[in-house]
């Protein structure tokens, strides 16, 4: 374990994932929270989901999207992806000294329309005021989320079974790139844009069919496709992508390779992973076409017996191994 805190212990990968399980887990262990998935299942009279989370992007604004829109996407998505129907959100917000009102108002305007397209409720939050450092972009912004089970739905094992077949609901590395550009200033004529977008809908679309079996379900945020994948692996299962089957958009697969960034480990705010057995995935596909968010829905892999590697097969029948990300990948991107 380092001895500081690094950028890279936020980036999503093995030092953050090194971080969470020497320092926070034997601290905060519990049953609810040691499954470590995107939110945790309690009990209630029903059994609801909770998540946290905290967006420091930069810039604030970006094209597709900004940090106040952002900040309602992440949360509703992470309950979302554990089966939750997303119901209720908190907003705290640590603001600068020196930020503009005008500024101010745009992300407020923006996490409320985020939040009535979600249909979601923000029910309580928190402001403070830090001095004027230069170094928050003007606003830090901490979420809480609670969803709920509609009665019946079956809650997704989040573990990965042989046979399964691995689906993404749409375009990878979209939003990560988005922001880097934006970022960067690198000029790319039309912008890429962001697809950070609440995905209640889209989760629900699937698990409102009772012939569908969802064993894992994740938004692949942090560490993009790659690390969801490694995440998702079993000592005694591998995770086999088709090479080249997941979808990018051509503006961003240019940026890629103009670049040399690998679209599997770019962020993401705007599709799911799901692993379902072979019987339904065709259903499930199915299901996620018929919504605005899951159009270009498509298998791209799937797990068989093995060792806890992620391979991609390339078309030749040789394998190239996809290890979980390390070190600092792209910097505030959500």
Known sequence: MDDKIMLAHGSGGEKYRELVKEIFLPAYSNEFLNPLNDSAILTGGEKIAMTTDSYVVKPLFFP????GSLAVSGTVNDLAVSGAYPKYISVGMILEAGL??????KIVDSIARTAKEAGVQIVT?????????????GIFINTAGIGIFPKGRAVPQQKIEVGDRIIISGYAASHGMAVMAKREDLGFLPPILSDAAPLGDLTAAVLNNKNHIINAMR???RGGVAATLCEWVTTDTDIILY???VPVRPDVSAAC????LDPLFIANEGIILLCVPESCAESVLTSLKSNKHGEYARIIGEVRKGNAAVKAVTEFGSYRRIMMPSGELLPRIC
């Open 64 to 67: 597709g999207g900004d940090i």
């Open 100 to 105: 503009s009102m005008s500024t101010l108002s």
């Open 125 to 137: 939050g928190d402001t403070k005021v830090i001095e004027n450092r230069g170094s928050s972009d």
């Open 219 to 221: 938004d692949p945020t």
């Open 243 to 245: 090479d080249n089957s």
């Open 257 to 260: 390779s103009l670049l040399g």
